[in-house]
């Protein structure tokens, strides 16, 4: 896994070093049988280059909902009357989210698409605040 997410974050940076935007939808998490430090090392490969990292929240009874709506999808688990969040569901929630660092957070719940791409550009325009959080990410590698 180490190996995998390095060279994604490699390639982010090599793209972002030729001048180009980058746009990565990634859920990062360290929750493996054993600790890998992969966000601390992803964050590592990225300092020193224009990062905005952005968390994107949703509340669990809205993901539920959206996922309920779409049952026909196969790849999604959705809740029962028993089990209205399925335990992988709502690790993944936890964990995605740990440890929590982010420049901006958007709320799918209260937003639009547009409205967060719409903050998410705002925010670029005033710039990154120092330390970034891929700045803090970074301090925390162990590896």
């Given amino acids: ?14 793209h972002s070093r030729l001048g180009l935007n980058v746009v990565a939808d990634i859920g990062d998490h360290d929750a493996y049988s ?6 601390a090392g992803c964050a590592r490969r990225l300092v020193g280059l224009p ?6 929240r949703c509340p669990l009874e809205i993901i539920m909902e959206r ?20 335990l992988p569901v709502r690790l993944w929630q936890e964990e995605v989210h740990r440890p929590g660092v982010y420049d901006l957070e958007v709320d799918t719940s209260l937003m639009s698409p547009k409205q967060c791409a719409d903050t998410i550009r705002r925010r670029l325009e005033q ?16 590896d």
């Fill in 127 to 142: 710039g990154i605040a120092r330390p970034s959080a891929i700045e803090q990410l970074a301090q925390t590698a162990t």
């Fill in 34 to 39: 054993r600790p890998l430090h992969i966000v």
């Fill in 67 to 86: 996922r309920a709506a779409s049952a026909a999808d196969k790849r999604y688990v959705t809740g029962s009357s028993d089990d209205p969040v399925p």
């Fill in 1 to 14: 896994m180490p190996g995998l997410y390095a060279a994604l974050y490699e390639s982010i940076a090599v």
């Fill in 51 to 56: 990062v905005l990292f952005v968390g994107v």
